[in-house]
């Protein structure tokens, strides 16, 4: 299937606000980022059923996933955000309409949770998406100037990006060399959650990054050492890990690995380029990375550089 690119935003356009994973604690955060985004000179509106609750979910999964369709039907819409993670996205998977879908692309944000629907849609329907910032969390008020920065312009920019001048401590190369294909990956816990279901991406010669939140080091240990079980990890082009927030052990009684260790063991079971400690996931700043996007890394150095643009 070939990928499909959204649209490039431009100033004026209009930007669709849904909640397809869990439910946001505060609903003023919501105001607050439409606040953000009319700022800057977008038109904003939200799902029907954003400020929906059913337990740990933003509503039943049928509403979750009629607010998406409903983005994607309009052709008024240029772009759709999430306005949080959470969980509830990979139950709606089965229930979207990827015609729908590819003959209407559209700009797709989130990280976190949404990685499940991220990977689908470019399984599914080829279409490029946006692990970034997310409207209810990052959006609620000005992001720092690199994560802004860097969000606005992969959205609205019909140039390739050249290496990225990342923020914060510089990465670290775990197993040099140098790799090009596709960016795939994101959260952790639901790239692993996806295999072996029809939802999978096709993860051979990828750029693998990763990310994940509040998981003890033993998690994260068994999680990469499925992919590795599954051949994911050699059969990838490499690998790249981000922020492991709060991936720490609930008992310092009891010994651990440090997740410094497990990714280095992790580097060596892959045998692939490896680079650690970028920033995207669930801290700032935070990168915006283009799931199916075709880039180059080269872990040596340091260094990642988009080879095309990701919208058109």
């Not at 309009?74 to 969980?87: K, L, P, Q, T």
């Amino acid at each position: 299937m070939e990928p499909v690119k959204p649209r490039a935003l431009k100033r004026g356009d209009l930007i669709g606000l849904v909640s397809p994973a869990s439910p946001i604690a505060d609903l003023s955060r919501i105001d607050q980022a439409v606040r953000y985004l009319e700022s800057l000179g977008y038109r904003v509106r939200t799902g029907d059923h954003v400020t929906a609750s059913h337990g740990y979910l933003a509503g039943n999964d049928c509403d979750r996933a009629a607010d998406l369709h409903a983005m994607f039907a309009d052709r008024s819409v240029r772009a759709v955000f999430c306005i949080r993670g959470g969980y509830g996205t990979p139950r709606l998977l089965h229930l979207l309409d990827y015609r729908l879908i590819r003959n209407n692309p559209k700009i797709v944000a989130g990280y976190s949770d949404i990685t499940a629907l991220e990977l689908a849609l470019w399984r599914k329907a080829g279409l490029i998406t946006f692990h970034g910032p997310m409207a209810g969390v990052d959006l609620a008020g000005p992001p720092d100037p690199f994560t802004e920065e860097m969000f606005w312009s992969m959205l609205s920019s019909k140039k390739k990006r050249g290496p990225i001048l990342l923020a914060g401590p510089s990465p670290k190369g775990l197993r040099p060399g140098r790799a090009s294909g596709r960016l795939l990956g994101g959260n952790l816990a639901l790239v692993v959650s996806l295999m072996g279901t029809p939802y999978q991406p096709d993860l051979r010669e990828a750029l693998l990054f990763l990310e994940d939140i509040s998981e003890e080091p033993y998690r994260i240990d068994r999680m990469l050492t499925q992919l590795h079980n599954a051949g994911i990890l050699r059969r990838s082009g490499a690998i790249l890990t981000g922020q492991f927030t709060d991936c720490v052990p609930q008992d310092t009684s009891k010994p651990s690995l440090s997740l410094g260790q497990i990714l280095e063991e992790t580097a060596e079971l892959a045998g692939r380029p490896f680079l650690s400690g970028l920033p995207f996931g669930h801290e700032s700043p935070k990168m915006t990375l283009p799931v199916g996007l075709r880039a180059r890394i080269d872990a040596g150095a340091g260094t990642l550089e988009f080879l095309e643009a990701a919208v058109r």
